[in-house]
């Protein structure tokens, strides 16, 4: 039997899987819908699903994560569905009428989310690197001369921080595009 | 893995996945490439990375991320819970269902067992709550009712005017809730039922409107 229905099938079991994973499907789920009611809602029918299908969970097949993120989705897609909420409205334009636009823009809205996890997940020096040089656009040397170091340790802890990043989507499900 | 002598060759991997690769060092890098199955492996993972970075804009990453309410966690136990009880009440009607046919039988077998008994059931198994509230007690007698366990209880102390649920925890960590009262003045008597067999109840307690355990005790029935 999986190590995961144990998990779900006490009330200690529930609250240690949501305090491992709960704010992170309640962030994925605000990123998705946009509201904070819906994303909670979101979180609690996922644990319910979760506790219903635990037996089907398989831990040689991926991790309680990666299974419980399957799940947020599908629950996201229901509630856009259900409420005419589009998936990360203020983000992703690819919303239609036609009820298509769901697995694209979803995707989409689920490596953001991943990549803002795995940014969080880097140690502050990595992640300081990237942001400043990566996304400010500010030249390694600037950085270097900010933070009072070489040249050389601010684009070895960018190559770091790629290293890392790459580690952390993969156990976050990252989906490569290549 | 790149093996030692590439380490040198780090940093401009890194500023090459990002597209901030130094001129000075395009020529010798690229040199470096061509000979290094290894490097040249890391620099497309590294650009992959690199891609997915540009799928959310920089106030994402500088700005606080939403986190939940503080009671979502008791939300999510509670749906779960609920889910838990009705399928224990759908099992339950099936069981009865089946047993349907037998109920005359049983019912002459239960009324044998409580003669023999001697009573037993009737004074059932009285615990007494422990809280960590200073002028807080409770005092609770649990019966075996044929639809689960009957708590009469005995609670002072509780605010008046904020309300309380009340638990029973089964031998397999489940809880049932046996009902919710409000606090009040003095000391109040309640009859509440949890639809649990009391042999296998194991805790009964009491939680506040902030989902904070206030009394709590152990059963050991009889």
């Known amino acids: 039997m999986a190590d995961s229905q144990p998990a779900l099938a006490t009330d200690d079991g529930v609250r240690a899987v949501y305090a491992a994973h709960g704010p992170e499907l309640y962030r994925f789920a605000m990123r998705s819908l946009g509201d904070r009611g819906l994303a909670e809602e979101a979180v609690q029918e996922t644990f319910v699903r979760a506790w219903r299908a635990a037996d089907r969970f398989d831990d040689e097949l991926g991790s309680l994560r990666t299974w419980l993120f399957a799940i947020v989705r599908n629950v996201v897609i229901d509630l856009s569905r259900a409420r005419a909420v589009r998936p990360g409205l203020s983000q992703v334009d690819a919303a239609s009428d036609d009820g298509l636009f769901v697995d694209e823009a979803f995707d989409r809205v689920l490596t953001a989310w991943q990549v803002e996890e795995a940014l969080r997940m880097l140690s502050d020096e ?16 600037d950085v270097a001369l900010g933070l009072g170091v070489p040249v050389g340790t601010v684009k070895s802890r960018v190559y770091y921080a790629l290293k890392a990043m790459r580690l952390a989507l993969e156990e976050l499900g990252w989906a490569r595009d290549d | 893995m790149t093996t030692d002598p590439c380490r040198d ?5 890194g500023a090459a996945a990002i597209g901030r690769m130094d001129p000075a060092e395009e020529i010798g890098l ?9 490097c040249r492996a890391e620099l497309r993972d590294l650009t992959a990375v690199a891609r ?5 804009p920089v106030d994402n990453v500088t700005s606080a991320p939403a986190e939940p309410s503080g009671v979502l966690g008791e939300l999510v136990l509670e749906r779960v819970a609920h889910e ?3 399928l224990r009440g759908r099992r339950a009607r099936r069981a009865l269902a ?11 077998i239960v009324a044998l067992v409580f003669f023999v008994g001697g009573g037993s059931p009737a004074s059932g198994t009285r615990v007494v709550l422990g809280s960590t509230i200073r002028g807080v007690s409770a005092s609770a007698t ?12 005995k609670v002072a102390g509780l605010r008046p005017g ?4 009340l638990w029973v925890t089964g031998d397999d960590g489940h809880r049932i809730p046996a009902g919710t009262f409000s606090g009040s003045r003095g000391s109040t008597t309640m009859q509440l039922m949890a639809a649990l067999p009391l042999s296998e109840a194991r805790r009964i307690w009491v939680t506040d409107d902030k989902h904070q355990v206030v009394l709590d005790a152990a059963v050991h029935p009889s």
């Open chain 2, 162 to 165: 904020h309300y309380y649920w």
């Open chain 2, 9 to 13: 060759w780090r940093g401009a991997l």
């Open chain 2, 52 to 56: 997915a970075l540009g799928t959310i």
């Open chain 1, 126 to 141: 990595h992640r300081a690197a990237l942001v400043e040089v990566h996304y400010k656009g500010r030249a390694y040397s």
């Open chain 2, 98 to 108: 089946a047993a349907g046919s037998f109920a005359t039988a049983a019912a002459a």
């Open chain 2, 30 to 38: 690229l040199a470096h490439l061509d000979g290094c199955a290894a």
């Open chain 2, 84 to 86: 838990r009880d009705v």
């Open chain 2, 142 to 153: 649990l019966r075996s009712e044929a639809v689960g366990t009957k708590v009469d209880v």
